[in-house]
């Protein structure tokens, strides 16, 4: 068995944390191995649900025979058991982790991935969650009334005795002490818990349990799949804080992608990776892209057999948008265009073009945007095979996002990234807003994931 602990109750559950059979303990000051914690033991369960139909396991009881009989290699988890130590405070600070406390515990019993939780009133755990709870035990209550086993007994448990309670069957029980050394002293109960992790330490023959995975702070480019492994998915930009599993971009499904963070939060790197993923999924005759990059920090990083245009300036920017408009002018359908064509896209040939733009907050100014003479194709960008990549700094965002063009983009439904920034700017993409994050770390908002965070990967630094 292996145990996961959330530690809000004090620091208790630390003490243990060194234990074997212990993947992790995360304490409320550490927001992202509490996420973790609570992803990896529901991805433990899910892919637990997938293991019991793949072989055909009938119950948890089956598991563990065959597992213990060597038939499932590659199983590393027994039972697992979740354990929260201040149910109230982890609710009150991550209201949003409690439905998936509470899928575990609805789901997990029958595949083996059990919740423990401890509450300083029964009044904490809603009856959702307290329905699953079957093993309950009382300590001594502040007030005797609130018992669900028997008040009279609660009444008569005695103060100033740790660990002193009752069970459902309305008699005392005492919790025995974690310690090894035959003192029944709770004095020195820190130093004796310490011995025993110690001891068991030493002593334990078999493999620890599973540690907690965190997002890297940086994750090399190359760890991810390459542009042209997952077509049916798209390219791949990172990894999901959830399932620590890749993130794709789709833009024959969504054609707009958006960027937004502060300078130095990973938004060129993200643009390089992109054009490189495209170059990777597409030829040279699939898909060409035009870069409008006032700061020429996007220079080199598109192959030239890709590369259709390269705007350093204003001026240039005006002409390649220019063209922009006429191409998407061109490819409009027109009127004799058949139900059949429309659904295949199959009236117009030639590659999708990919407009990629780092920094437009230099390319929208008061005397003008060049992509605002585009504002009114956008909504048909997919059906004609342009897509958008847009970053911009959030420093003002949400006073840029009724510019004409970001305006559109968002009415239509576009995905993207919000790296780190300042908060006070408000709600950016959705009710997205930036908060402070490591390089390349960033909220996804997608109409199909949700708002997970992920760990874009990291291209080598150009010499």
């Known amino acids: 068995m292996q145990f996961y602990g959330l530690d809000f ?8 944390a060194d234990l074997p059979h212990v993947g992790g303990v995360a304490s409320r000051l550490d927001p992202e191995r509490v996420r973790r914690t609570v992803a990896e033991v529901a991805g433990i369960l899910n892919r637990r649900e997938q293991l019991f139909r793949t072989h055909a396991i009938d119950s948890v009881a089956t598991y563990r025979r065959r597992r213990a009989a060597g038939d499932l290699p590659g199983e590393p988890w027994g039972d697992v058991f979740l354990v929260v130590d201040g149910w109230g405070n982890f609710r009150n600070d991550y209201e949003g ?11 997990g019993l029958g595949h083996g991935v059990h919740v423990v939780l401890s509450a300083s009133r029964y009044m904490e755990v809603r009856a959702v969650l307290k329905d699953q709870i079957l093993g309950r035990l009382e300590l001594r209550l502040g007030d005797a009334m609130d018992s669900e086993f028997d008040r ?16 459902p069957a309305k008699l005392h029980f005492m919790a ?3 310690r090894i050394d035959a003192s029944s002293t709770p004095d020195d109960l820190s130093d004796a818990t310490a011995r025993l992790v110690r001891s068991v330490k030493e002593n334990w023959q078999g493999p620890p349990a599973p540690t907690v995975r965190l997002l890297p702070r940086k994750l090399p480019a190359d760890q991810l799949p390459k542009g042209f492994e997952f077509p049916q998915h ?6 999901d804080e959830a399932n620590l599993e890749p993130v794709f971009i789709d833009f024959d499904t969504d054609p707009f992608f958006l960027v937004f963070g502060e300078s130095e939060s990973g938004k060129t790197n993200l643009l390089r990776l992109i054009a490189k993923q495209i170059a990777e999924r597409y030829t040279p005759a699939e898909a060409r892209i035009v ?11 598109v192959p030239e057999s890709h590369l259709l245009e390269y705007a350093p300036m204003a001026s240039a920017m005006q002409v390649h948008m220019d063209a922009v408009r006429q191409f998407m002018e061109k490819r409009a359908p027109k009127p004799d265009i058949t139900p059949q064509q429309l659904r295949d896209r199959s009236w117009w040939s030639g590659p999708q073009l990919f407009v990629v733009v780092d920094d437009h907050e230099l390319v929208a100014t008061s005397s003008g945007n060049p992509l605002s003479q585009l504002v009114e194709h ?12 847009i970053a911009r700094n959030s420093a003002g965002a949400s006073r840029a996002m009724f510019e004409s063009f970001m305006q559109r983009m968002k009415e239509l439904g576009a995905q993207g990234l919000v790296l780190s920034g ?28 949700g708002t997970p965070l992920i760990q874009v990967g990291l291209l080598p630094q150009r010499h």
């Open 152 to 167: 009279k007994v609660a009444l008569n448990v005695p103060t100033g005795v740790p660990g002193r309670g009752q069970v």
């Open 291 to 301: 870069v409008g990059d006032y700061r020429r920090t996007m220079l080199e990083a």
């Open 9 to 16: 109750g004090g620091g208790g559950l630390s003490a243990v």
């Open 97 to 107: 982790l409690e439905g998936v406390v509470n899928d575990i515990a609805a789901r």
């Open 234 to 239: 798209g390219i791949a930009i990172g990894i």
């Open 422 to 449: 300042d908060p006070s700017e408000g709600d950016i993409l959705g009710s997205v807003r930036a908060r402070p994050m490591p390089p390349g770390r960033g909220v996804f908002v997608s109409r199909k994931r």
């Open 176 to 178: 025995a002490m974690p």
């Open 378 to 389: 956008l909504p048909f960008a997919r059906d004609v095979g342009v897509k958008f990549v």
